[in-house]
Structure formats: structure tokens, C-alpha cells
């Protein structure tokens, strides 16, 4: 596992700015792959990471594993919570890191008097005690064979759409198979052409 510093600038670099949630996003990935007995996760094939939260964490997270979505090492798992869960799938060993919410007054106590309140956490992130600032406990995590990395382990077209679904995220009901997005709704609404937002063909372009 490189330095924190030199794994904090690689992180800012991706992330695009430096804030207190990038400093807690590097420091759990060194917490959580230390504790799962990964050393050099940028190379390893046997770590999976779960995370519960679509924010800076998360990309400082990405940073230090090295896991991504496109790989299907990194798992998003919508419960708006600062927290991930690190697996090794060789040795089934997994913990899941939660950020402390009362980490945030103690923080000061490692800053400059005076510090404004992002300081304090830059600071105080940066060099806390990992039991101040995080929350750890073991976990049982056996991810099903349709979100493992590698080749899909189905597809099928959806009777509504005709669009093609992998890995089981099928819905089936009374024999018919619909896609997610048909069978519950989707989180887009198709434009119609003569809507008010102009509806551009692939020809236009």
C-alpha cells in the first residue's frame, strides 16, 4: 500500500478537488484492505468493494482500490451512508467501515487554533486515530454468481422493450420477463416527437 499523502494526491487528481470527504475516502480504503489482508489492491483480482454513497468518498475510494463499476469490483449500494464494505473473495474475509459522525468536533483538536471548520477536518482526518474516525465491524458477504466480475451470467430481451437485460436484473412475472425499467418504471420519460425540448435523430448529428 503506497503512503497516504502520495495516495491522497492521486485521489485529488481524480476527483478533482481536495475536501475532507476525499481525505476519509483514502484513509478507509487503507483501513478496509488493510484489515481484509490486501496489500496492493490496484493489482489484486480478489477484492470487491460495496459502497453506500454517491459522494467524494466514493471516488477517493475507486482511487486507492482501484476498483471500478466498469469491472464490476465496485458495487453502489444506495443507503445515502458514508460506509463500505471490503471483501476478499480468496479468503471470505470482509468488513464493512462506517465515517463517525461525531468525528467531526474532535477533529479540531488536531487542527491549528483557529482552523475554520474544513481545515479542521482536513486536518483532523488526515491523522486521527482510525477508531475515532471510523466505525468497524466484521461482515458475511456472499455476493450471488450474477454480480460477479467477468462474462454476464445471463441475458434476455425484455418482452416490452425488446431491450436486452444482463446478469438476472430481469423482472419475471405470471411467465413473461420484463426489464426493470418496464415491469416498475423507469427513472427516465421518453420524449415524443412535438415536445417541447426538440427531439434530435442519430441522422441529425
Known amino acids: 500500500m503506497q503512503a497516504f499523502d502520495v495516495l491522497l494526491k492521486e485521489s485529488v487528481a481524480l476527483h478533482g478537488h481536495l475536501c475532507p470527504g476525499q481525505v476519509i475516502g483514502v484513509r478507509m480504503g487503507i483501513l478496509g484492505c488493510t484489515l481484509v489482508g490486501i496489500e496492493d489492491p490496484r493489482r489484486s483480482k480478489s477484492l470487491l468493494v460495496y459502497v453506500e454513497i454517491d459522494r467524494c468518498a466514493t471516488d477517493a475510494l475507486q482511487s486507492v482500490t482501484g476498483c471500478t463499476l466498469g469491472r464490476r469490483t465496485l458495487k453502489y449500494v444506495d443507503y445515502g451512508k458514508v460506509a ?113 425540448i426538440p427531439v434530435v435523430s442519430v441522422r441529425d448529428i
Do not use: I, W
Not at 487554533?113 to 481545515?119: I, N, R
Not at 438476472?168 to 416527437?193: K, N
Open 84 to 196: 463500505a464494505t471490503f471483501l476478499n473473495t480468496q479468503t471470505g474475509r470482509a468488513y464493512r467501515v462506517l465515517a463517525r459522525d461525531d468525528a467531526r468536533e474532535p477533529a479540531y483538536a488536531y487542527a491549528p487554533p483557529g482552523a475554520s471548520k474544513q481545515e479542521a477536518q482536513l486536518q483532523g482526518y488526515s491523522v486521527m486515530p482510525y477508531d475515532e474516525l471510523f466505525r468497524v465491524r466484521p461482515v458475511l458477504l456472499q455476493p450471488p454468481e450474477e454480480d460477479q466480475p467477468g462474462h454476464s451470467a445471463s441475458r434476455v430481451a425484455c418482452e416490452t422493450c425488446g431491450e436486452g437485460v444482463n446478469d438476472r436484473r430481469e423482472v419475471r412475472a405470471e411467465g413473461r420477463v420484463f426489464c426493470r425499467a418496464c415491469a416498475h418504471g423507469a427513472y427516465y420519460q421518453p420524449l415524443a416527437a412535438g415536445s417541447p
